[in-house]
């Protein structure tokens, strides 16, 4: 069954006619050609796929794409206006390790986004625990809680 | 022109912890993964596997498949125009099983669509009769057989030389997946002449190049392999997983064809760390000096010979350790099964071995009361030493003694707080009594070969060329995740004194091989390439126009520019091509003596526990490691090796295994087949030990494979020592713990 689904993407209204059964992933990726959000497993367990819906974290490859109909969709190209500037979180996964293949990286940071929109100053714990649906392969999380504690501070320094 | 300049030393050369180069893209969702590639009128590829370990294949009828709308071409053996098998090492491997199938998911047939779902459905169509056979799945049977891909053995030393103390113990590992975060992706466009460009994931673009053109019977000049994304690799990329078919259903529709596999394809659709049984006899003196060590491996190397012989042999020649023994006797066997095949997974080898030696080290101090660090202290190899094995003189830095002397000085962390129940084992969800809470401690050691070694013409080419802007390195070595773009532009910066550098990964017809991002082998031999055709240009320079340092404003001499980049320039970019290769290595005898290995490196780890008996559940507090780096060139990049590869030998150690029953995988999923979260990362501490190597760059070491093969080890005997079991298997599970 096909239907129209209308919703905000990175603060561009889009509309697309599509089976109602498919994912928010795959239409972010198949149909409107958005590659910056990522498939790991297909099935929930990586996180590579962690888009915001009205600011929430979810995982898209779980998300049918209906239920974003008339919501507000944040992707990782949405952080980041060409040749505007890097985000406070980009800038410190950047700087302090927080990528190395960088196939973790998209859905990492918007899961990190959404931790500091709600908690601006997340102790290393709160960041573990809060991060702890995100998988990442080769950085051993280390540099990635330091990126997320780095990008904290950021943000505290220069409110947005 | 002509002007004076004052000497600014570069930034972001050798020893700074620049950022990477692909950062940018990385963090913007702008990096192109193999996974994000698309070309105009593209079809998709899916594939048919063997439903079964082993059989005969009676009939392949794709009637069905190719009926169906949408499809565009379905493809066997029989629409192999060249070699019809494959391989790194040995070509063994079908590129479609014809006759018989000899693991479980092994392709069959191909299929081109209009879209993924159609391919999907075609590739489940095609009608596959397979008169199902016993699996040979015990690679002990099979050795026994003379079922092995190789044996490889090593004598060294009196065989009856003996020691007043004896320890012996049998040990398994069980088999680990690399499970890149990315799965298997790739794009094939035909070029409308016969050939075809590819760019799929890969760690040695002309290893796969070589093995295409042979298997799509086309000139070598026709084909060509491009650089892409990889999302992390860790060994399972260096043998192919869909090159050919893509290329085939490419040549064959007319239109470019992409794959990606799903992640249960994944599992299914590369190599795997190889599984390990070891038997082990050790004997000493009281003052704990090694008199003898024996062993025999097996690994079970499945059904293709992928890089087994290599694998084992690895295992076999790192069996005993970073220690002094005059007396060896090792046999190992790389046994040829219908298990999934095993190839490269970081450690190669060493990995398995590692928690033979390791555990046996154990029990040898435990026996004679002897703290496991001070044993190991005792009989630790150096350099100027013969290597147990295989009797090579170790001739570089080899920093036994003060990876152990770094380690032991990183201070042991309090017990945990446990009123915080993220603080216990199984974490907030379980409900483990913070009395029964036990901490243990462990500790390991590890050696790895850097680079390739037995003989084999290990070169790389790499090509520096001056611009008006700056300098641009251009190799074909493969990037997949681990910083070599970064690393490559800190040795070009430092060693041409320039600070705009670009590092330009091309295909396979512009450039000759890089050789393989593995063995830890790039930073030195890529980087190693770089830096001779960096030197080797600006020695070029200066001495044709009489300068006396390069800089960002050209060729200096006593203080004055004499020539600008662009007048350097003038007639074009100025191209400096090498090809770097290592010391020479050799084959051993039939004794396994002589010198295999061109470069050594040595780690010891550290591991905190705390063990719940009751529920067999453990938390990995901390675990601490000193490396051997020879050179520090990126330390931050270092410390995301050494953090990572602790983590893949953490889950090596409690909970990573693919979980096989007759030769078929149960958990081809990150349900099933756990990978360590946020909250399984332990902290860690990484002292760098800094004794300059003999080749490397600027005395560089690889650093990639160390962190992974002792953590395991290290991580077992914190269990152990938490809880007075023998845990001879890793990974160690809870069963393990609770009914030993
Ligand atoms: S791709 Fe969505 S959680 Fe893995
Ligand atoms: S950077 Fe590779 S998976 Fe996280």
Known sequence: MREEVAFRLNGHDVAVEVDVHRTLLDVLRDVLGEMGTKEGCGEGECGACTVLVDDAAVVSCLYPVCEADGTSVTTVEGLFEPGGELSPVQTAYLEFGGTQCGFCTPGMIMASVALLAENPDPSEEEIRYALTGNLCRCTGYVQIVESVRAAAELMMERPA | ?740
């Open chain 2, 1 to 740: 022109m002509t002007g004076t300049t004052v000497k600014v030393p570069v930034r972001g050369g050798v020893g700074e912890s620049t950022m990477r180069p692909d950062g940018i893209p990385k963090v913007t969702g702008n990096f192109a993964f193999a996974s994000d590639l698309y070309a105009d009128g593209m079809l998709w590829g899916a594939t048919r596997r063997s439903p079964v370990a082993h059989g005969r294949i009676r009939r392949v009828d794709i009637g069905a498949a190719l009926a169906m709308p949408g499809v565009v071409a379905v493809l066997t053996q029989a629409d192999t125009a060249g070699r019809r098998t494959f391989g790194l090492e040995e070509a063994d491997q079908p590129v479609l099983a014809a006759g018989a199938v000899r693991f479980w998911g092994e392709p069959i047939a191909v299929v081109a669509a209009h879209d993924p779902d159609t391919a999907r459905r075609a590739a489940a169509a095609i009608g596959v009769d397979i008169e199902e056979l016993p699996p040979l799945s015990d690679p002990e049977v099979a050795v026994e057989q003379g079922s092995v891909v190789r044996h490889i053995r090593i004598r060294r030393g009196e065989p009856d030389a003996s020691g007043a103390v004896v320890v012996e113990g049998y040990y398994e590992v069980g088999q680990q997946d690399q499970a890149p975060l990315g799965t298997e992706a790739g794009l094939a466009i035909p070029d409308g002449e016969g050939g075809v460009d590819l760019w799929a994931v890969s760690q040695w673009l002309h290893a796969d190049h070589e093995q295409i053109h042979l298997s799509l019977g086309v000139a070598p000049d026709q084909v060509r392999c491009h650089p892409v994304g990889v999302g992390g690799a860790f060994g399972s990329r260096e043998d192919m997983s869909m090159h050919i078919h893509l290329c085939m259903l490419a040549l064959r529709t007319g239109r470019p064809v992409k794959m990606v596999y799903d992640r249960a394809e994944s599992f299914t659709g590369h190599v795997h760390r190889h599984p390990a049984r070891m038997w082990y006899r050790h004997e000493a003196n009281e003052d704990g000096a090694l008199v003898k060590v024996e062993a025999k491996i097996i690994l079970d190397g499945g059904a293709y010979a992928s890089t087994t012989s290599a694998v084992i042999a690895n295992a076999a020649y790192f069996a005993v350790g970073p220690y002094r023994v005059d007396n060896v006797s090792v046999d190992g066997y790389g046994a040829r099964t219908n298990n999934p095949p095993a190839g490269a997974m970081r450690g190669f080898g060493a990995v398995q071995a590692c928690f033979g030696h390791e555990s046996q080290m154990d029990r040898l101090a435990a026996r004679l009361e002897m703290d496991p660090l001070e044993l190991r202290r005792r009989n630790a190899l150096g350099s100027g030493d013969p290597n147990a094995t295989t009797g090579q003189i170790i001739e570089g830095s080899l920093p036994t003694v003060r990876v152990i002397d770094e380690l032991a000085a990183i201070p042991v962390p309090d017990p945990a707080d446990p009123a915080d129940v993220r603080n216990r084992p199984g974490g907030t969800g379980l409900t483990t009594d913070p009395g029964d809470i036990r901490r243990g401690i462990g500790y390991a050691l590890s050696i790895k070969n850097l680079a390739f070694s037995e003989a084999f013409d290990d070169s790389c080419e790499a090509s520096v060329i001056l611009t008006p802007m700056g300098a641009e390195v251009r190799t074909a070595a493969c990037e997949v995740g681990q910083g070599l773009a970064m690393v490559c532009q800190q040795i070009a910066r430092t060693a041409l004194g320039l600070n705009h550098v670009a590092v330009v990964f091309t295909d396979t017809s512009e450039i000759g091989s890089a050789g393989s991002t593995s063995a830890s082998r790039q930073t030195q031999m890529t980087g190693g390439a770089v830096l001779k055709a960096c030197e080797e240009l600006r020695d070029r320079i200066l001495t044709e126009h009489g300068g006396d340092d390069l800089t960002d404003d050209g060729v200096v001499r006593g203080g004055e520019v004499v020539a600008t980049l662009a007048e350097l320039c003038a007639s074009g970019p100025i191209e400096h091509r090498v090809v770097f290769r290592h010391p020479e290595t050799f084959s051993t005898d039939e004794n396994g003596q002589g010198a295999p290995h061109a470069d050594f490196a040595v780690a010891a780890h550290r591991a905190v526990v705390d063990v719940d008996p009751e529920l067999g559940l453990v938390r990995v507090v901390r675990v601490d490691t000193a490396q051997d780096v020879g050179t520090a060139l990126n330390p931050m990049s270092i410390r995301g090796q050494i953090e990572g590869g602790i983590m893949q030998g953490l889950g090596l150690a409690v909970m990573e295994e693919l979980v096989l029953d007759e030769g078929r995988m149960l958990n081809a999923n990150f349900t099933d087949y756990l990978l360590p979260t946020f909250a399984d990362a332990p902290d860690v501490e990484c002292r760098l030990v800094e004794e300059p190597g003999l080749w490397g760059p600027f005395g560089a070491k690889g650093v990639g494979e160390p962190p992974t093969i002792s953590s395991t080890p290290a991580v077992v005997a914190a269990i152990r020592d938490a809880t007075g079991l023998e845990l001879i298997r890793a990974p160690v599970r809870p069963e393990h713990i609770v009914l030993p």
